[in-house]
């Protein structure tokens, strides 16, 4: 089976793979670009832990094949820091201790800005059903949410 | 190490415990650098995957792998004939890894390759031809007990009962716990309860499948990078099995993606090592989400009968379990735990745990956060929730009334030391979530948990730096943040800020052995050991000093970070600081560095109180928790954050245990729901802010006073939650997962008895 060539944006660097034809965006991302901060945790788009956005839309990049990327812009959370600057979100997640064995951690970031880039001033269930696609297993959420709530209060006074 | 004697832990001002700082993994771990288990490679890494058996329960007549070893990119494959049978205490463990003669469970690993790539590896299984004779299998506890089930092992006579038993059975051990006469006991009863209860099977649901990274060379020296809780049983473990030098096996910890206690244990690890060692080759292998619920170690299904007996004025005279645990094909479904557990939380003068282990055609379950405890205490406190109603007592008062407090012989053995329930009790009526106000359809249940916690086998190294800064090597895989808390106790101890210790995870060639990060041991134990290192390390400080003031070490004290004279008669010295010394080391005598080899002794017990509020929907069956709080004793926190964060995962996986997940099985034997669609874990939408309580009360076997919080906070949800949706929906509910029909049918049931 010959492979795809594919030309796209990652993080805003402009990146060119070959890929299998059957070939998932994560995998991409993971084995060919080295880009291992999205991970499988399901394979399935049921635990959100390889989240990623396409042309700023959420997606799990399990479900998205390599071949799909093509003249796209992919953010992954490589992308989140400003160079040494933390985003936001990423300082609250790391004083709320939003996380503890961090695998889910990523795909949570990915998945939160995504949704304060839509919507700056969430409700706290309007924060829960927004990250309802990703599983933690480890907080109960309860430090996620707070770690949201704190950095688009954050975000909104600039 | 006792509690230190000048240290009231209440009233001790300490400088770095008790603080909330940033972690030193956090970068890596929100920036997407952190690596897990799945994140290696290696030069010329050849990719593993491996063959699962589609039945319950078959004989394995015959393997071909002809034909798979012929397709280009297959470099090695391995089956039961590459896995020698050597050490007999790892009988059960090596046909886990790899069946033998028989497959006792769907998913149970047959065959394995490794190939150039991931796709070659996964067509090269389907290459593979099995011929199976399949056998009658049994997945259900209570059917696996009756004569005439299907017998997983031929030879299986029950342990632990005198005369053993003449016929085999799949009942591989009777264990017995208590005291007193529970037949005198009822009859001083004035009210008696007794259920059945049934538990399904859960997994500990950790977001990061299983994965390895192996490197066998033909001297015999290997490398394994694994996402495991435990690296040195690893080593030892796959050493062992697979006939290697266990010098010579390297085992590098990655980051770990969650554990729970399922990853105490080899799965895919001797795998691919032999894998390695037959290709000559690194060998990668990874689970798939659905090998990881098919193939690892979910916990126990259980079916239990508990009758307990109180008089009127609330004291209990007796209490009974009956329980039947089955966690899979061997011996070890951790019953006995259960049993032992069951009426840890009170002072009973008459108590009996009976506790049967059944093999059945599941996976050889592996621990999950103080195991079996949630299973039992569903029962205990489900079954006291009703008599509290019955002799009209509010639910706490009935327990502060027959609570387990300091001299209180257990029920499984030991008198306790200093313990913290009637604290917690207490806390838990004072708080407001025990008398808000509830809305329609809620009801409010509690429930109260125990947990032994454990110590164990603990190394660490601290090393300090020429510039004053100091390197804590550990042993214990940081599963939550304990290398967080490491830092902050030996900036403790050694008087310095938090910032200036860095704290490491060593690979097993770097440090002592360690045992696994199970048994919420890890703060206690290891904590322990970096308190003895740091005091160590603070003894060659002031030698080091009192040789460049010319003096003796004994006239050298150590005071907030910098060595001083003793006093007066000492000498007239400026303090020197760590840095300053740190700086002379190579001149003063070389690395200054302390050492602690310990086997932590004296992890006190501990106790949680659980509030729930639940919603039912009487029309579909479907249960919400709308409130919930856990209070805990951790006898003193050292990094509160992540002790709050350790009671809210508990509670949030209890939640989920109690409401929606459960192994489910099809009349072939076939596990019916292996992913995360089917067997829904909670979610951020399904739950509630979770409120915590600390309380601590000291325990007097750690010098600060340090009580294990990982697991107790798991073992009270499943009855605190089962009691507000019976209060909710004025029927009690005795079968866990409370699903929609669950609760629909009990709600039904209930209408039609009316």
Known sequence: ?158 | MPLDPNLDPASHKFNVVGTRPVRPDGIDKVTGRAKFGADAVAPGMLHGAILRSPHAHARIKSIDVSKAAKLPGVKAIVTRDDFKEREPSLRDILWNVMARDKVFYDGHAVAAVAATSASIARKALKLIKVDYQVLPHVTDVDEAMKPGAPLLHDDMITAGVDPAPKKSSNVAYRHEFGRGDVEQGFKQADVIVERRFKTEATHQGYIEPHACLANVGPDGQGELWVCTQGHYMIRNTCAALLGMNVAKLRVTPSEIGGGFGGKTTVFIEPVALALSRKANRPVKLVMSREEVFRATGPTAASSMDIKIGVRKDGRITAAQADIRFTGGPFVGSLVDMGAMSAFAAYDLENSKAVGHDVVSNRPKLAAYRAPSAPMVAFGVESVLDELARKIGMDPIDFRLKNAAKEGTQSSYGPKYNRIGLIECLEAAKRHPNYTAPLGPNQGRGMAAGFWFNFGGQTAVSLNVHIDGTVALTVGTVDIGGSRASMCQIAAEELGVSYEVVRTVTADTSSLGYNDITEGSRTTFSTGMATIEAARDCIGKLCGRAAKIWGIPPEAVVWEKGYAKPAGANAGNFEPLSLADIAKQAATTGGPIAGHSEINAEGAGVSFAVHLCDAEVDKETGRALVKRYTVIQDAGKAIHPSYVEGQYQGGAAQGIGWAINEGYIYGKDGRLQNPGFLDYRVPVCSDLPMIDTVIVEVPNPGHPYGVRGVGETSIVPPLAAVANAISAAAGVRLTEIPMSPPVVLKAIESNGRAK
């Not at chain 1, 492979?3 to 402009?14: E, K, L, P």
């Not at chain 1, 709320?96 to 970031?109: E, K, V, Y």
């Not at chain 1, 939160?112 to 907080?139: S, V």
């Open chain 1, 1 to 158: 089976m010959s492979q795809v060539r594919v030309s796209t944006t990652v993080n805003g660097d402009a990146v060119e793979y070959l890929c299998d034809a059957d070939e998932t965006l994560l995998d991409v991302l993971r084995d060919r670009l080295g880009l291992t901060g999205a991970k499988e945790g399901c394979g399935t788009g049921d635990c959100g832990a390889c989240s990623v956005t396409v042309d700023g839309r959420l997606v799990c990049s399990c479900l998205v094949l390599g071949a799909e990327a093509e003249g796209r812009k992919i953010g992954t959370v490589e992308g989140i820091a400003q160079g040494d600057k933390l985003h936001p979100l990423q300082k609250k997640f790391l004083e709320h201790a939003a996380l503890q064995c961090g695998i889910c951690t990523p795909g949570f970031l990915v998945a939160a800005k995504a949704l304060l880039d839509h919507n700056p001033n969430p409700t706290e269930t309007e924060i829960r059903f927004g990250l309802a696609g990703n599983l933690c297993r480890c907080t109960g959420y309860d430090k996620i949410v707070r770690a949201v709530q704190a950095a688009a209060a954050e975000m909104r006074k600039g």
